[in-house]
């Protein structure tokens, strides 16, 4: 591999036309230059300078060096200026995980925003639930992840992440509008038994809040459906083959058919960003600002556990 200072100093002397001009540009001396450059000879194995009268110039070779040099110079030029923005600018890339109704409600117009306030960082976006994606976080595969918490069963959070609630809203159940109980003002969970309930797959944050919640009333659940996408329960809730506990923001796009009934002893759910605590960059920042429709800064962490 060759030497990059090597590579700066042939390119000042292919740029400037001598050892002399090239050494002044550089701010070192021209026996400075013939060093490195002599090394440089020995690592390419080829001869880069010859005589040309009382100077010298750059061989074939030492031209085809140059060029190449010329394009490594610019991009390390590049690097270093955008190293140097990330004091003063937000760019680069930013990987968020989510789930699949903070995507739908939360995400379109967080990217819009960070797309006009910050035109140079790159976001991209993959849903999923917090079971699989929470490894890819501290991996540092994703660097901010939108996770859901319900209050009868919180998220747990390795130690070492920051978090910062975004919503919390209220859990319904959604009911076929042919359901018996779908009139309701409010339903209690204990009068649905019996009734199947359609639910994301088990270990997820909605299907273990769903069993405890139940049982927490006394009603052993029969979760029949598992599916990972509420809109896609939200369809067999329609056709009245199951009932569902849904989150306001979870609730759209809903099909024809489907009432969602408050349920009489409330439960909620929250939506909060968390991210690993000694990688908090201006991206994330930028990010959180966006997502919770402030200025930058000001944010809760802390450690979760």
């Known amino acids: 591999m060759f030497n990059l200072e090597r590579l700066r100093i042939l390119n000042a002397v292919a740029v400037h036309g001598s050892v002399a001009q090239g050494a002044q540009a550089l701010h070192i001396t021209p026996s400075g230059v013939s060093q490195h450059l002599n090394k440089l000879e020995r690592e390419t194995g080829h001869r880069l300078l010859e005589p040309d009268g009382r100077g010298v110039r750059l ?3 030492g031209r085809v060096l140059a060029e190449h040099a010329a394009g490594v110079v610019a991009q390390t030029g590049a690097a270093e200026n955008d190293l140097a923005d990330l004091r003063e600018e ?3 890339p930013l990987r968020i995980g989510s789930v699949g109704s903070a995507v739908r409600t939360l995400l379109p117009r967080t990217l819009a925003e960070l797309a006009r306030a910050h035109p140079r960082l790159i976001p991209s976006v993959r849903d999923g639930e917090v079971i699989d994606m929470m490894p890819l976080l501290l991996r540092g595969e994703l660097d901010l992840l939108l ?5 009868n069963r919180p998220v ?3 130690p070492g992440l920051s978090v910062r609630p975004l919503v919390d809203e209220e859990v319904s159940a959604a009911l076929s509008d042919r359901h018996p109980l779908a009139g309701r003002e ?5 009068e649905l038994e019996g009734t199947p309930f359609a639910s994301c797959s088990p270990g997820t944050e909605q299907h273990e809040a769903l069993v405890q919640a139940l049982r927490g009333r ?3 659940p029969d979760v029949r459906y598992l599916l990972d996408e509420v809109p896609t329960q939200l369809a067999l809730v329609a056709a ?3 009932a569902a506990l849904v989150p306001e923001m979870a609730q759209w796009p809903a099909p024809p058919g489907v009432r969602f009934v408050p349920l009489d002893a409330p ?3 929250e939506i909060a960003a968390v991210w690993r605590a000694e990688y908090e960059s201006p991206p994330i920042r930028a990010c959180l600002a966006a997502l919770s429709g402030g200025s930058e800064g000001g944010g809760e962490h802390g450690g979760a556990g």
């Open 59 to 61: 061989t074939h070779a």
């Open 90 to 92: 937000t760019l680069g």
């Open 147 to 151: 996770v859901e918490s319900w209050a």
């Open 156 to 158: 747990f959070l390795p």
């Open 186 to 190: 409010r339903v209690g969970l204990a």
């Open 218 to 220: 006394g009603v052993e």
């Open 240 to 242: 009245d083959l199951a």
């Open 267 to 269: 439960l909620r759910r």
